[in-house]
């Protein structure tokens, strides 16, 4: 598999914005995971490099418009690329930098040249509270999982989580330590405390060691990366047993009481979801009620000049953003001042995406929800710290 194109990481945007030497060219495209679907990808792919490349021909003469494409075409051509896409894919690429992400979620086909990369889908994906991570937990194997409302992949491991309780006690391990039933079936990896004195003792010392080291490589490797929510699937005794040890913040209280390795990955997916949608749906319809109250108090607006102003004073302390809508325009980032403009001229940002970023770089929290979500039909609204 080709080694471009991550999952979508809490880092995502800090990166982008370090690498933002215009022209900031952004690109956003469905894909598709199986074949024969899949084999428009590309093809669609490359249409879109050619509006960029048009965009581009407004401003900049060719040898410059061929450095700043070669990426983008070097992409086009990666056969393993396209063999394992996900739902959508973001590149982004500029002079000196190229980035790319597959998404689990389709994205509308978008190119953007501009003075910044366009983010706002991708802080709709992350700023989406139905994204989640599953840990599958047994003796036997330690499996990752990402996903929503929709769709469930399973991802790689980073290189320093172990991947079994072998890999992770060597010679420090006691034998034997498994039931005879651990290595297969539903009841796969769990605990035996079956039998008496130390066997029993040195078993369960074991695991809990072997759930340490995996607590603390997930959480470095993955949990603190991602940013996501954490729920454990495995069976009652271990699940218990890593809830009792664990110290990683992210990990949730609840989570499917099931070997994974026993049932296809999409009864696992409607098994989470069972899990993280009453939370989802909570959290944004408090979002909505705070938003109604904020204004009723004069400490919120939908008026898209007033926030961009308490945006630039410092005043925002959350800013809810309507996905799929666009503005185009500028925001003068020393004094909030909005400058329409035509969203299809080259150089042109969407005055949504600028607006979030402010806030974000001036400590506030960002979230983009849906359309039927979204309270008012301006296509924002804020609360205000003050």
């Known amino acids: 598999?080709?080694?471009?194109?991550?999952?979508?990481?809490?880092?995502?945007?800090?990166?982008?914005?370090?690498?933002?030497?215009?022209?900031?060219?952004?690109?956003?495209?469905?894909?598709?995971?199986?074949?024969?679907?899949?084999?428009?990808?590309?093809?669609?792919?490359?249409?879109?490099?050619?509006?960029?490349?048009?965009?581009?021909?407004?401003?900049?003469?060719?040898?410059?418009?061929?450095?700043?494409?070669?990426?983008?075409?070097?992409?086009?051509?990666?056969?393993?690329?396209w063999n394992h896409a996900l739902d959508g894919l973001a590149a982004f690429g500029g002079p000196t930098s190229f980035r790319?992400?597959?998404?689990?979620?389709?994205?509308?086909?978008?190119?953007v040249v501009a003075d910044t990369f366009h983010t706002k889908p991708l802080r709709r994906l992350l700023q989406s509270t139905d994204r989640y991570q599953i840990l599958g937990l047994s003796l036997a194997k330690i499996r990752l999982f990402e996903g929503n409302r929709d769709t469930l992949d399973e991802i790689d491991l980073a290189p320093g989580v172990p991947r079994t309780i072998t890999e992770a006690?060597?010679?420090?391990?006691?034998?034997?330590?498994?039931?005879?039933?651990?290595?297969?079936?539903?009841?796969?990896?769990?605990?035996?405390?079956?039998?008496?004195?130390?066997?029993?003792?040195?078993?369960?010392?074991?695991?809990?060691?072997?759930?340490?080291?995996?607590?603390?490589?997930?959480?470095?490797?993955?949990?603190?990366?991602?940013?996501?929510?954490?729920?454990?699937?495995?069976?009652?005794?271990?699940?218990?047993?890593?809830?009792?040890?664990?110290?990683?913040?992210?990990?949730?209280?609840?989570?499917?009481?099931?070997?994974?390795?026993?049932?296809?990955?999409?009864?696992?997916?409607?098994?989470?979801?069972?899990?993280?949608?009453?939370?989802?749906?909570?959290?944004?319809?408090?979002?909505?009620?705070?938003?109604?109250?904020?204004?009723s108090r004069g400490l919120g607006s939908s008026d898209l000049q007033e926030v961009a102003e308490a945006v630039v004073a410092g005043r925002v302390a959350t800013v809810l953003l309507e996905s799929g809508r666009q503005i185009p325009g500028h925001i003068d980032g020393s004094t909030g001042r909005i400058e329409a403009a035509d969203l299809n001229h080259p150089e042109v940002d969407d005055l949504l995406d600028d607006l979030a970023?402010?806030?974000?770089?001036m400590g506030g929290e960002v979230l983009v929800v849906p359309p039927e979500r979204m309270p008012g039909e301006t296509g924002l609204a804020a609360t205000y710290r003050y």
């Open 169 to 295: 006690l060597g010679d420090e391990l006691t034998e034997p330590h498994l039931s005879g039933a651990s290595y297969g079936g539903a009841r796969a990896g769990v605990v035996s405390y079956h039998g008496h004195g130390g066997r029993k003792d040195e078993a369960k010392i074991d695991a809990e060691r072997f759930f340490r080291a995996v607590d603390r490589a997930v959480l470095e490797h993955h949990s603190r990366p991602s940013g996501l929510p954490l729920m454990v699937a495995a069976l009652s005794e271990n699940h218990h047993l890593f809830l009792q040890i664990s110290h990683n913040p992210f990990v949730m209280a609840d989570g499917p009481l099931i070997n994974p390795d026993a049932i296809p990955i999409e009864e696992l997916r409607e098994a989470a979801w069972a899990v993280v949608e009453p939370q989802y749906q909570a959290r944004l319809a408090a979002r909505a009620e705070e938003v109604a109250l904020a204004q």
């Open 100 to 111: 790319v992400f597959r998404l689990q979620r389709p994205v509308p086909e978008l190119v």
């Open 357 to 361: 970023e402010l806030v974000e770089k």
């Open 1 to 81: 598999m080709s080694n471009i194109g991550n999952m979508l990481g809490v880092d995502a945007l800090a990166e982008l914005a370090a690498m933002g030497q215009p022209p900031c060219l952004s690109l956003y495209q469905p894909t598709h995971r199986r074949h024969p679907e899949n084999q428009q990808d590309p093809i669609r792919f490359a249409n879109l490099v050619e509006e960029l490349r048009a965009s581009l021909s407004q401003n900049y003469p060719a040898d410059k418009i061929a450095s700043f494409l070669e990426p983008f075409e070097a992409l086009g051509r990666d056969h393993a690329f």
